[in-house]
């Protein structure tokens, strides 16, 4: 029997690490999601920028419901079908030559840093071991990604952390020059900071981070956990840039919705990674990896990739004319379907409460930070939606002046 439950419920059976909304999203279709109580909002947020296609896009539940009459799961001591399908769609299509899947971002980028430091320790040596990242970046919760996350209320309390960890600012050249030495094992750079506030890496920045790793033998790390599978408008953001990492990591719109993660890299330095190093019970499941698989096949398509410039346009140019007639923002940016409004100064601070405005409008939209609202929505959202969903915020920004 179903029992009934309530968000009050949340407060006294969860652990109290998350402070949802109000109201409880319970059906989903395309752009839209309905509540408990039958209320219907437009979807741009995905998730935090995971539901790539949508809910309940046709292809997703045909290939989970096929692969869930099948197999759901064998330990790693065995391979399957769906997860050699999908490494073999992302080796085709990226700079990859081999595969590591997982089942989240943080994940990916735990597999990530242990294996750039393997490397570098099995290349040159046990002093190669530091790691550099950018102030305000965010690579997960592990307490190994939290530490190069640049952003200490994240890591602060835990007591010591994994050491040989530096951050420097993001999108300065000068001072990557200046931290960059022999010991660097790898630069960690997010193509635009996803949490950090939406903030696009300059092409210039990413080409000269490219050229320091190679002088100084030090791997380049993309986490494109945010950023990836077409959110940018390409596969993945270092096609836009025309920048190669040699390891990438994927996760959130890998899955549409469905948990997965993986870390994309080489085979000269996957080879590091040999029996036994690293692991993950359910990494390669094949209901994620069946998944995935539609969602790949749907996405990179000329079609849906010129759709999200296209769709990126007309968010901005929209954003662009509340920002003129309000002055709420003062900067719109981002890449593809990933975009941030930045908050005019006197509504700095502000994010969350146009957040919950817009939830009260009918629209689901994201914070990066508190001074800048988050659109992430489906991929393959229809203009009408776009249209609908920003005459919906529109009103909610209205409302929030009135207060
Ligand atoms: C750039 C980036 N890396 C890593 C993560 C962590 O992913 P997950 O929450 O799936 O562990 C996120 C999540 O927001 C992210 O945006």
Known sequence: MNQTVTRADFDQVMVPNYAPADYIP???????????????????????????????????????????????????????????????????????????FCNSGAEANEAAFKLARKYAIDVAGCEKYEIISTTNSFHGRTFFTVTVGGQPKYSDGFGPRPQGVKHIPYNDVAALKAAISDKTAAVVVEPVQGEGGVLPADKAYLEAVRALCDQHGALLVFDEVQTGVGRSGSLYAYMEYGVTPDILTSAKSLGGGFPIGAMLTTEKIAKHFGVGTHGSTYGGNPLACAVAEAVIDVVNTPEVLAGIRAKHARFVSQ??????????????????LLIGAVLADVYKGRAKDF??????????????????????????????DIDEGMARFAQAVDSLLAK
């Open 355 to 384: 957040m919950t405005a817009a939830a009260k409008a009918g629209v689901m939209v994201l914070q990066a930070g508190p001074d800048v609202v988050r659109f992430a929505p489906s991929l393959v959202i229809a203009d009408a």
């Open 26 to 100: 319970v059906r989903g279709e395309g752009a839209r999601v309905w509540d408990q109580a039958g209320r219907e909002y437009i979807d741009f947020a995905g998730g935090i920028a995971v539901n790539a296609l949508g809910h309940a896009h046709p292809a997703l539940v045909k290939a989970l419901t096929e692969q869930a009459g099948k197999i759901w799961h064998v330990s790693n001591s065995l391979t399957n079908e769906p997860a050699l399908r999908l490494a073999k769609k992302l080796v085709a299509a990226t700079f990859a030559e081999r595969v590591f």
């Open 319 to 336: 954003l662009n004319a509340i920002a003129a007639k309000t002055g709420v923002f003062s900067e719109v940016r981002g890449m593809g």
